[in-house]
DNA sequence: CGAACTGTTGGATGTTCGTCATACCGTCAG
DNA sequence: CTGACGGTATGACGAACATCCAACAGTTCG
C-alpha cells in the first residue's frame, strides 16, 4: 500500500490517475521536464528557481516522490533528486515522452522567471 | 485567449499542464479513455454510470470541453461528445496513446460500478 | 564548538475542486 | 398544449491544495 513515509512507492501500486494528478502542476511539471534528461539534480536555489519558498518547494518533492515519480538520495547536506525513468516507462509506456515534449505555442503563463506563479502572494 | 464559452477553444491556446489537470481525475480520465475509440458517446446515463449526479457530470464533460479534449455536438434533445484526437495527436503526441494504456497492476480502486468515487458522500 | 548551509516539519491561510440539490430551459411525444 | 426527457445553471459545502512563515534538524567548515 505504500505508506506514507515510504522512501519510494511500489510502481506497481501507481495508478496512471495518480501521476497525473502530481504532474498536473506548472512547477511539478517543469521539475519533471527537466529530469527527464537523465541526470541527478539537487533541491536547492541554482536549478529551481521558481518564485516559491523553500518549503513549498519541499512540498513538490514530497508530491512527485509519492506519487512514485521521482526518487531522491541524500548525500551529505544536499539531497539529489531523479526521475525513476526506466520504471516510469516499463510501467506507463510513452507517458514520460509525452510529458517531456512541451509545444512551444504560443500559450499564456509564460516561462519560470515570470511571476504569474503565486497563488497566494499575499 | 479561448474566453470562457467558447464552443472548443483554440488548441494553440492550450498548454499540456491545463490537458494534464483535466486528466487528473478519476471520472474524466475514464471518459477520455472511453472516447479514445474515436466514436461519439451520448452524455446520458448508459455509458457513464458512475456514481455521481447529473450535474456532476455537466461538471465534468464542461472540463474536458474548456481544457480543449472534447467536442460537442447538439442533436435535438442529446448532446454527443467526442474526443478532438487528431487535435490531440498534433499538438501533444503521445499523450492520449499514453492515457488509454492504463495498466491492470494490482491497484486499489476498481472500476465504475463499485463506490469509492464519492469524495463528498455526504 | 559555533556558524552557515540545506532541507524538513508543522501550523495557518486563502483558493480551487468535486459533489449534491434545486431550479431552469429546450426538445420531442402524446 | 402539456408533460416527460436530456442537459445546463446556480449556489452551497467540505475536502484537498498551494503557498508562506517560523522553527527545527543534520552537515560541513572555520
Redesign the interface.
Known sequence: MASDDDPVPDM??????DV??A????IR?RIVQTLADGRQHGKCGTHWNFGVHKSTMTHHFRILRQAGLTRTTVAGRTHAIELRRDELDA?????I???I???G?????SAVGDEAYGRHPR
Open positions: 506497481r501500486g501507481v495508478a496512471l490517475v497525473l494528478r504532474v498536473a502542476d506548472p511539471l510501467r506507463f509506456p510513452g507517458l515522452a509525452a510529458l515534449a512541451e509545444p505555442g504560443r500559450s499564456h503563463r
